[in-house]
T-cell receptor
Framework: QVQLRESGPGLVKPSGTLSLTCAVSGGSISSDYWWSWVRQSPGKGLEWIGD???????DYNPSLKSRVTMSLDKSKNHFSMRLRSVTAADTAVYYCARQGSNRSFDYWGQGTLLTVAS | DIQMTQSPSSLAASVGDRVTITCRASQDISNSLAWYQQKPGKAPNLLFYGSSKLDRGVPTRFSGSGSGTDFTLTISSLQSEDFATYYCQQYYSTPKTFGQGTKVEIK
């Protein structure tokens, strides 16, 4: 059974950079899947942030593309996301997820709350 | 971006009721649609992909249908564990987008 678990700072100051990591167990991130980040805030509902393929290709939401970078660490079997220049609008629960071969999100982490505040 | 519009935004129903939720895409997405169930404090859980393909372990009282722009999620006989918020999501094109959710509450 694939399991994903997010980790992050919980609190980031405005204009700072958010870094989140998703540890994958029960499966390898080198498998033929896309690995994704999705966030959820009361104001905007569920928002897809972007994907990274096991080979390193990325696909980002155009609304966030200028601020986001995703990466893989195959030695640690985890993937990560950095979001620069954060504002209060980036306050949300951040989920990592796996996209199955059919491109839907079939496994999710439990989510981690990120608050942007000084 | 493809806009996904769900209706209703919320509904109240009783155990045993038949419940139908609709999702409309702003353009043709073929059958590139997923449905998720989310309970408070939990991550979304995949119910359907490809509009009508039930994910593993999902009870058969759930069904999905539709293609193109109009989609439906039906619960044939609502159970207590089905009270939750349901989301549709298109993966036809980037950016992937979600509906705003339909909250199913106890009447």
């Amino acid at each position: 059974q694939v399991q994903l678990r997010e980790s992050g700072p919980g609190l980031v100051k405005p204009s700072g950079t958010l870094s989140l990591t998703c540890a994958v167990s029960g499966g390898s991130i080198s498998s033929d899947y896309w690995w994704s980040w999705v966030r959820q805030s009361p104001g905007k509902g569920l928002e897809w942030i972007g994907d990274i393929y096991h080979g390193g290709s990325t696909d980002y939401n155009p609304s966030l593309k200028s601020r986001v970078t995703m990466s893989l660490d195959k030695s640690k079997n985890h993937f990560s996301m950095r979001l620069r220049s954060v504002t209060a609008a980036d306050t949300a629960v951040y989920y990592c997820a796996r996209q199955g071969s059919n491109r839907s999100f079939d496994y999710w982490g439990q989510g981690t709350l990120l608050t942007v505040a000084s | 971006d493809i806009q996904m519009t769900q209706s209703p935004s919320s509904l109240a129903a009783s155990v045993g009721d038949r419940v139908t939720i609709t999702c409309r895409a702003s353009q043709d997405i073929s059958n590139s649609l997923a449905w998720y169930q989310q309970k408070p404090g939990k991550a979304p859980n995949l119910l359907f992909y490809g509009s009508s393909k039930l994910d593993r372990g999902v009870p058969t009282r759930f069904s999905g249908s539709g293609s193109g722009t109009d989609f439906t999620l039906t619960i044939s006989s609502l159970q207590s564990e089905d009270f939750a918020t349901y989301y549709c999501q298109q993966y036809y094109s980037t950016p992937k987008t979600f509906g705003q959710g339909t909250k199913v509450e106890i009447k």
